[in-house]
């Protein structure tokens, strides 16, 4: 079964939206409400992430993780300004099912082995902001899509399932925020890299680009700001999935 999966960016205890992972714009409702409603649509999984990656606000975060598991039944993963186990397991206690690192496993890789060592390889998602170079390669970014590396995303991705990562979310910083498709040859050269399931972020603006994501070798897509907006419903998306003959819930 392919995932559609709500992405949700958090800045102290408001939804915000932006592009490129950059100039971020408050949404007026609370994420909580966005969330339920995802919920009741039939999303299949949440993934809330701390837009300004830090510490500070974070009893903000749990509040709206815990409110979340009040009413809403599905898989929550929740990344943004985790650095060591004890906030991995301050998250998970909060309610959340996953935890996606990706700053803190550019800097100290071993701490993707550390929490599935700890909670299982399932619990570690590891977080990847990829930008394309003029050479046609993939580096990748962190800190919120503002410090570069010279690492090669598919490298860092083999490395990554390597090390224990179970999942990985994928964000595409080009293609983040504009909603004119998704980055399929991003998508294309991680997923066949890996044995571990891909998450495919950034650039949705209709149901069709799912399809073109999941036929590109994603097994799931996280959307933002198509859902925020109602540019799109999960129903129109697993509509056309069905179409296509891809199976979803």
Same mark, same amino acid.
């Given at each position: 079964?392919?995932?559609?999966?709500?992405?949700? &960016?958090?800045?102290?205890?408001?939804?915000?939206?932006?592009?490129? +992972?950059?100039?971020?714009?408050?949404?007026?409702?609370?994420? %909580?409400?966005?969330?339920? %409603?995802?919920?009741?649509?039939?999303?299949?999984?949440?993934?809330?992430?701390?837009?300004?990656?830090?510490?500070?606000?974070?009893?903000?975060?749990?509040?709206?993780?815990?409110?979340?598991?009040?009413?809403?039944?599905?898989?929550?993963?929740?990344?943004?300004?985790?650095?060591?186990?004890?906030?991995?397991?301050?998250?998970?206690?909060?309610?959340?099912?996953?935890?996606?690192?990706?700053?803190?496993a550019v800097k100290h890789p071993e701490i993707i082995s550390e929490i599935a060592?700890?909670?299982?390889?399932?619990?570690?998602?590891?977080?990847?902001?990829?930008?394309?170079?003029?050479?046609?390669?993939?580096?990748?970014?962190?800190?919120?899509?503002?410090?570069?590396?010279?690492?090669?995303?598919?490298?860092? *991705?083999?490395?990554?399932?390597?090390?224990? *990562?179970?999942?990985?979310?994928?964000?595409?910083?080009?293609?983040?925020?504009?909603?004119?498709?998704?980055?399929?040859?991003?998508?294309?050269?991680?997923?066949?890299?890996?044995?571990?399931?891909?998450?495919?972020?950034?650039? +949705?603006?209709?149901?069709?680009?799912?399809?073109e994501a999941i036929e590109s070798g994603a097994d799931a897509v996280a959307i933002?700001?198509?859902?925020?907006?109602?540019?799109?419903?999960?129903?129109?998306?697993? &509509?056309?999935?069905?179409?296509?003959?891809?199976?979803?819930?």
């Amino acid at each position: 079964m392919k995932r559609v999966i709500a992405r949700l &960016d958090i800045k102290g205890n408001r939804l915000v939206k932006g592009i490129h +992972l950059e100039g971020w714009r408050f949404l007026p409702e609370h994420p %909580n409400e966005y969330c339920y %409603n995802y919920y009741l649509q039939g999303v299949d999984e949440i993934i809330y992430v701390d837009a300004v990656a830090s510490l500070y606000n974070r009893d903000s975060l749990k509040e709206i993780i815990k409110k979340t598991t009040d009413n809403v039944f599905v898989p929550i993963t929740v990344g943004g300004g985790i650095r060591t186990l004890d906030d991995a397991y301050d998250i998970l206690r909060s309610g959340a099912d996953k935890v996606a690192i990706c700053t803190q496993a550019v800097k100290h890789p071993e701490i993707i082995s550390e929490i599935a060592g700890k909670y299982g390889n399932q619990c570690m998602v590891l977080s990847i902001q990829a930008k394309k170079n003029q050479s046609g390669t993939y580096s990748v970014w962190y800190d919120v899509a503002r410090e570069k590396t010279e690492i090669d995303v598919v490298e860092w *991705a083999q490395r990554g399932e390597e090390l224990g *990562a179970g999942e990985i979310l994928l964000t595409s910083i080009d293609h983040e925020g504009l909603e004119r498709g998704m980055d399929k040859e991003l998508i294309k050269l991680v997923s066949s890299a890996v044995s571990i399931p891909v998450i495919a972020s950034g650039g +949705l603006g209709n149901s069709k680009h799912f399809v073109e994501a999941i036929e590109s070798g994603a097994d799931a897509v996280a959307i933002a700001k198509a859902l925020h907006y109602e540019r799109v419903s999960i129903k129109e998306i697993k &509509d056309e999935a069905r179409k296509n003959n891809i199976k979803v819930r």
